[in-house]
């Protein structure tokens, strides 16, 4: 059975608020959630299934179990993530530094910082956690 791209951006739409995503056109959501979606499955070297999709028909070609679902979902934020945190650092080198101290964005970059660095140890997590069950016990015990 197949798994819509749809199920994978649902679940990362509701790990994020983007006022941007209200103003967006339909074709420019898809195109960005598609952006970050390949980058996630890229970064997600552990899971074979991914490299198997239907762009055509918007899905991937075999069954993505929930943590799977999970994974991709935290990785697509970590993209979001990094592009938000880009304007970001570009918005403060076109400012003075003291500029920048003083306008809330300072605050709003270290608030996004934080959030990157606990979503990408989330994300370390549950990778490890999916690499190691499915390597069964015993085919360790084999090499």
């Given at each position: ?7 994978i951006e ?103 910082l934080a ?29």
């Amino acid at each position: 059975m197949a798994t819509p791209y749809s199920v994978i951006e649902n679940s990362f739409l509701n790990k994020i608020t983007d006022d941007l995503l209200l103003s967006m056109v339909d074709e420019d959501i898809e195109a960005m959630l598609d952006s970050y979606r390949v980058s996630a499955s890229v970064m997600f070297k552990q899971c074979a299934k991914l490299s198997d999709t239907d762009d055509v028909k918007r899905v991937y070609s075999t069954t993505l179990t929930n943590e799977e679902i999970e994974i991709l979902a935290n990785l697509m934020v970590l993209e979001w993530l990094k592009q938000r945190i880009n304007s970001m650092e570009l918005l403060r080198m076109g400012m003075s530094t003291k500029d920048f101290r003083t306008y809330k964005q300072s605050e709003h970059l270290n608030s996004l910082l934080a959030l990157k660095k606990d979503t990408l140890g989330a994300v370390d997590r549950l990778i490890v956690s999916y690499t190691y069950s499915k390597n069964k016990l015993s085919d360790l015990r084999k090499v």
